[in-house]
């Protein structure tokens, strides 16, 4: 009997420890550190296309062999990417792409991608009983990817199963569906910029920035910052930077507005006329005065707020940037230009010289990187 008891007793001791080196075996392989960039193999630049073409385009440039495919995404997925591509950003090995479509022809969705290969992992319809689903601006937090769309919601989506597993309707002061466009997270909030959609309706003009609690998944707060605010982007302080667009017609100016994500405040105001905005650990640049013909990419100091040094020291002629995006490996800058017959997106060294440039689709937006890892 003592003996049995022995043996059940050295059991469990053996079982014990098989089960605490699995833990730890677990608990290693979890915390195990993300693999370490090397270099960067290629860029994917999104082209949004020509409105009602169904022409939108995903061009691929190859660093080593110094070659593009203009449609990557075609070619890898035997069909075409769709009806306005409104944005594409970068979560871990995967890439989302809005897909933006037309109000009414059940054409909106977003589809992932493996940065590796380019190839389509889901599509996620975005299309509802009232067609008035458009998704617009992806951003993530912690495994999810939120979108904002034009019919006043957020749609989470869970990144490991690609599906949407939660909504949140917003609604701004006059009771109407707030029209979202530029998203981003900061402090563990997000942040969404309530723009101008129907500008003949004085009721459409959107001045707020929503604010949303993502532990609870609900609103918490409106910021004022001006009339038709769209891009949005945070820094590695966590300040909130807001672009307004202003309303054509109206007399307010276009600004560049600063949120203190702690308190929520707006901390400071600058009268810039902005278009795009990238953001990338301690570097930031904007695109300006784009209607004004002297166009111009310039640096934004996160510390002070005010605009700085321009981007482009060796001459390049970048006549319509329409896109911007910061490589965090390695400091370069992608602009995406509009310009001429064959659109370009040109490709900036820190001393903003070019380094190369490649051609892209109609209405060339953001980027996203391939890396190879050590």
Wanted: with cysteine.
């Amino acid at each position: 009997m003592k003996f049995n008891n022995y043996l059940k007793t050295t059991s469990l001791a053996f079982v014990a420890v098989v089960l605490l080196f699995s833990s730890c075996k677990k608990d290693r392989q979890i915390e195990k550190a993300a693999p370490e960039i090397s270099g960067t193999k290629g860029i994917y630049v999104l082209s949004e296309g020509l409105w009602n073409r169904n022409n939108s385009t995903i061009a691929y440039y190859d660093i080593a062999k110094g070659t593009v495919e203009a449609d990557i995404y075609s070619k890898v997925n035997a069909t075409n990417l769709g009806e306005t591509a409104n944005d594409l950003q970068a979560y871990g090995s995967k890439m989302y792409c809005v897909v933006s479509g037309i109000k009414g022809s059940n054409n909106s969705f977003v589809d992932v991608m493996s940065i590796a290969t380019g190839k389509s992992l889901k599509r996620i319809s975005f299309n509802g009983a009232t067609n008035l689903d458009i998704p617009r601006y992806v951003t993530f937090y912690q495994n999810k990817a939120y979108v904002s769309r034009y019919d006043g919601v957020i749609s989470r989506i869970d990144t490991a199963t690609m599906t949407v597993d939660s909504e949140l309707q917003l609604m701004n002061g006059t009771n109407k569906a707030a029209v979202l466009e530029g998203i981003t997270v900061a402090n563990g909030k997000l942040y969404v910029t309530n723009a101008v959609n129907d500008y003949a309706s004085p009721n459409s003009l959107k001045t707020k920035v929503t604010v949303v609690d993502l532990a609870t998944f609900k609103k918490t707060k409106d910021i004022e910052v001006g009339p038709n605010p769209s891009k949005i982007a945070t820094a590695a302080n966590g300040d909130v930077y807001a672009i307004t667009w202003n309303v054509y017609g109206q007399t307010n100016k276009p600004t560049l507005v600063r949120i203190n994500s702690i308190t929520d405040a707006v901390t400071q105001t600058e009268e810039y006329d902005l278009g795009a905005i990238t953001i990338a650990k301690s570097q930031a640049w904007v695109t300006k005065d784009l209607y004004s013909g002297s166009a111009e990419i310039r640096s934004l100091n996160l510390t002070t707020g005010k605009l700085g040094n321009a981007l482009i020291t060796d001459g390049t002629v970048v006549s319509s940037p329409y896109g911007i995006t910061i490589n965090p490996f390695d400091n370069t800058v992608v602009v995406s230009n509009n310009a001429g017959a064959t659109k370009t997106a040109f490709v900036f060294g820190a001393d903003g010289k070019k380094k190369f440039s490649f051609a892209t689709g109609e209405g060339p937006q953001t980027a996203v990187f391939n890396y190879s890892y050590k």
